[in-house]
């Protein structure tokens, strides 16, 4: 029978759940337990695939095509497994799937409500890895943070499980210690009202990870046990660290595994097996070179908007035992008169997936700039559709080429809405959505970095490569080197006479983990140090 780990969170958002709940997984996963994650989203959109990254970060998706929390991809690239629709839940899909059974008339007649209705069905994704029979542990991240009304029915159905698993079900509940420079103290006040909120709700926490940016002392640790009914030594200190990849070896050095372990009722000797994630780290810090990367996109400003990019980017330097500098360009504020400027001493230039015709032109004189000065080139799904625009237009002659989704009236549609999307007109859900093999052509750049045929990578986008114009590409330079056989589409395009100049339709971003980084990242950086 699985044992089930649910990680709350109170003060305030963005404390670091996720990081935590994948850190602990990590050190369990270690000591050869198989444990999974799941996260439930307070918030009533069905997914966050129509939210804008403004609002919400990136979009991640899972190999069976479920839009997911960004919380799903540090999940995947600390344990290096594959997550489904089955790991994130939103609050609009619970009530969907309420509503629906309603109107089928499976409640009997009885009144729907909060309890037990919602309740029994967060209940029941809540229990459905578990009872899948592949783990031994499932981790539950609730989003937000206790006492938002939103949070309100999955804090009552933990409370409920709690009451019926017994011994098999345990609450870890990250909070904030402040700490006030003014007063030159570290503060316990907000961390005691949110185990308050919490115990109101009738769900006593049996761990505490305390955020801080100083060393929590023996007597902060005794005065949070006192006030919140915890055990000293369930008193965990996450302290700020360099990266999100220490976590894991600060939550070792504290036997936070052990802790919990003991709490689960399950036996458990010596420390927890991360030596690889050790050595990943070591290289992470004492790279023996630097390479410098622009990145091009419209949400650069914003932290979590390519934040799987961002990472692959450090599993790729790992990878080449070196730095990568990631210079972030707004595609908004590039130019045909400062693109040389903006983009000098740069040894590699990624363009971002996206959407819309903000930041286009941007993204275009970027790809011709690194075009035409043999500048190591990664696009990736709008991006790869902006570099054939771009090569449409300055190498092919075709006057005003562009996208349809940019221009419906261009005279060169070189990138087209796919066939199964023109009578979609939903948006939620609609897009060609997960993993698809894609077959690489012999003696191609892409068949040379994957080393084999057949590849599956994940995908996210309504519009392709216009096949029409296909021929006239590969006839001046611009190869398709990677093809989905069933329909024809086109996945991967290179420059044949370029030191490095690829074009992907999907997402390789998503794929990259610790152990295993993925290959289009380590080549492309690879490219960029030889420049």
């Not at 990367?293 to 599993?315: C, M, N, P, R, T």
């Not at 995908?459 to 989905?484: T, V």
Request: hydrophobic content about 35%.
């Amino acid at each position: 029978m699985s044992k089930y780990i649910f990680v709350t969170g109170g003060v305030t958002s963005s404390l670091g759940k996720g990081i935590f709940a994948a850190s602990l997984a990590k050190l369990l996963q270690g000591r050869g337990l198989k444990v999974t994650i799941q996260k439930f989203d307070p918030y009533i959109n069905v997914d966050p695939g129509t939210l804008n990254p403004y609002e919400h970060g990136e979009c991640y998706v899972t190999v069976d095509g479920a839009e997911t929390d960004l919380d799903l991809g540090h999940y995947e690239r600390f344990l290096n497994l594959k997550t489904t629709q089955a790991n994130n839940v939103t609050t609009g899909r619970v009530y969907q799937t309420v509503i629906n059974k309603e109107r089928k008339g499976e409640y009997l007649g009885k009144t729907v409500q909060v309890i037990p209705h919602i309740t029994n069905e967060i209940k029941r994704r809540m229990l459905l890895l578990g009872e899948s029979g592949d783990y031994d542990i499932v981790i539950t991240e609730l989003g937000g943070t206790v006492g938002d009304i939103e949070s309100l029915p999955y804090v009552e159905t933990v409370r409920q499980l709690k009451w019926e698993l017994g011994n098999d079900a345990i609450v870890c509940h990250l909070t904030l210690i402040p700490y006030l420079k003014a007063a030159g103290e570290l503060k316990t006040k907000p961390t005691q009202h949110s185990v308050k909120e919490l115990l109101k709700n009738g769900v006593q926490p049996d761990v505490l990870i305390c955020r801080t940016e100083h060393t929590l002392g023996k007597e902060i640790k005794q005065k949070l046990a006192r006030f919140c009914n915890v055990s000293n030594e369930a008193i965990i200190e996450a302290i700020d660290a360099p990266s999100i990849y220490h976590v894991p070896v600060l939550m070792e050095e504290q036997n936070a595994d052990k802790i919990i372990l003991d709490k689960l009722g399950i036996k458990s000797s010596g420390k927890s097996d991360i030596s690889i994630w050790k050595n990943f780290i070591n290289k992470l810090n004492n790279p023996s070179k630097e390479v410098k990367i622009g990145f091009i996109g419209k949400y650069v400003e914003l932290q979590d908007a390519y934040i799987s990019i961002i990472e692959a980017f450090k599993h790729a330097g790992v990878e080449n035992n070196c730095k990568v500098e990631i210079v972030k360009l707004h595609s908004e504020k590039l130019n045909d008169d400062n693109i040389a400027a903006q983009l000098k001493g740069l040894k590699g230039i990624l363009v971002a997936p996206g959407f819309g015709d903000r930041g286009i032109e941007g993204k275009i004189n970027a790809i011709k700039y690194a075009r035409e000065n043999n500048i190591p080139f990664f696009g990736i799904c709008l991006g790869m559709q902006c570099a054939v625009i771009e090569y449409a237009r300055n190498v092919l002659n075709l006057e005003g080429a562009h996208s349809l989704e940019m221009n419906a009236d261009t005279k060169h549609p070189v990138i087209n809405l796919m066939e199964d999307q023109k009578d979609v007109t939903s948006k939620g859900g609609t897009m060609r959505l997960g993993a698809y093999e894609c077959s690489l052509k012999e003696n191609t750049l892409a068949y040379n970095i994957y080393n084999k045929e057949i590849i599956a990578e994940r995908h996210r986008h309504r519009y392709e490569f216009n096949n029409k114009y296909k021929q006239k590409f590969e006839n001046n330079g611009m190869i398709a080197s990677g093809l989905n056989l069933k329909n024809d589409l086109v996945e991967i395009i290179e420059i044949k006479d370029h030191p490095y100049f690829i074009g992907v339709q999907f997402h390789p971003e998503y794929s990259s983990t610790v152990a295993q980084p993925h290959p289009l990242f380590i080549s492309f950086i690879a490219a960029a140090l030889k420049v």
